[in-house]
């Protein structure tokens, strides 16, 4: 099945000129990358899918050197930028998170805000669950909270965003131990639900993209403090992102 409808392609390039710098971006995947080494220290292959241009896996390499990584995308753009930023040990390889795997099973598998643009996304947790070797792990961000639906989960192709229940739900059937449940964009909520509260249109929610250098600062300055928090022990209830590390049982 193919799932190269569920986001634009065009996005690719907006996202690459964004992501370096932007407080949201930067510090999400230094919390992605603590996630991999914090729970899962003796893993040795790590597959993120839905790659996109790669900047979560560029941090991920840096981090940790020793892991085999690979990157799934199902569109050909994403995985161009991705080859370009990522170094050249990291393999590449083009395909929908629906996929049956083959023998490609990995000790960790990530899907970073990912699963919100599947329609199936019961089918792309059990798709997710062949690829994972058994006592392996699983990282999975999405974006939290149905009632801060607006024009930019419209923009990004959104099905949906979930309750902290709902995913949990999708994880329970697939069989994995929770291991770490916690919500992040905690402290900027209210501004965050403000915003969305707005009506915003294409151009507002397009901006985002781009904050000015003042909100920029106060931004990286709140999630930098949230990830501090997080892998000091602390997990948050509520916040517009929501992050679970579970382990696959080993039978």
């Known amino acids: 099945m193919d799932d190269s409808d569920t986001f634009d392609p065009e996005a690719f390039s907006r996202l690459a000129g964004a992501e370096s710098g932007h407080f949201w971006f930067e510090e999400r995947r230094e919390l992605l990358a603590w996630a991999i080494a914090r729970y899962f220290p003796a893993a040795t292959t790590f597959c993120e899918i839905g790659c996109g241009t790669g900047f979560v896996l560029e941090a991920i390499a840096r981090r940790l050197p020793r892991l085999a990584l690979t990157g799934i995308d199902s569109y050909p753009q994403g995985l161009a930028f991705a080859g370009s930023r990522l170094p050249p040990r990291v393999r590449l390889e083009r395909g929908s998170i629906l996929d049956e795997p083959g023998d490609a099973h990995h000790d960790v598998v990530g899907c970073f805000d990912v699963l919100?643009?599947?329609?199936?996304?019961?089918?792309?947790?059990?798709?997710?669950?062949?690829?994972?070797?058994?006592?392996?792990?699983?990282?999975?961000?999405?974006?939290?909270?149905?009632?801060?639906?607006?024009?930019?989960?419209?923009?990004?192709?959104?099905?949906?965003?979930?309750?902290?229940?709902?995913?949990?739900?999708?994880?329970?059937?697939?069989?994995?131990?929770?291991?770490?449940?916690?919500?992040?964009?905690?402290?900027?909520?209210?501004?965050?639900?403000?915003?969305?509260?707005?009506?915003?249109?294409?151009?507002?929610?397009?901006?985002?993209?781009?904050?000015?250098?003042?909100?920029?600062?106060?931004?990286?300055?709140?999630?930098?403090?949230?990830?501090?928090?997080?892998?000091?022990?602390?997990?948050?209830?509520?916040?517009?992102?929501?992050?679970?590390?579970?382990?696959?049982?080993?039978?």
């Open 116 to 251: 919100e643009h599947i329609p199936d996304d019961a089918g792309a947790v059990r798709a997710i669950n062949a690829r994972i070797n058994p006592g392996g792990g699983v990282i999975i961000t999405v974006p939290q909270h149905p009632a801060l639906w607006s024009a930019a989960d419209e923009i990004g192709h959104h099905q949906r965003r979930y309750t902290r229940a709902e995913l949990l739900r999708l994880i329970a059937k697939a069989g994995w131990e929770p291991l770490r449940v916690t919500s992040f964009i905690s402290f900027l909520l209210p501004i965050l639900y403000a915003r969305r509260n707005q009506s915003l249109g294409r151009e507002a929610a397009l901006a985002e993209l781009h904050p000015s250098g003042p909100a920029n600062a106060v931004g990286r300055f709140a999630l930098r403090l949230e990830r501090n928090l997080i892998q000091a022990g602390v997990s948050f209830p509520i916040g517009g992102s929501l992050l679970v590390v579970a382990r696959k049982p080993s039978s």
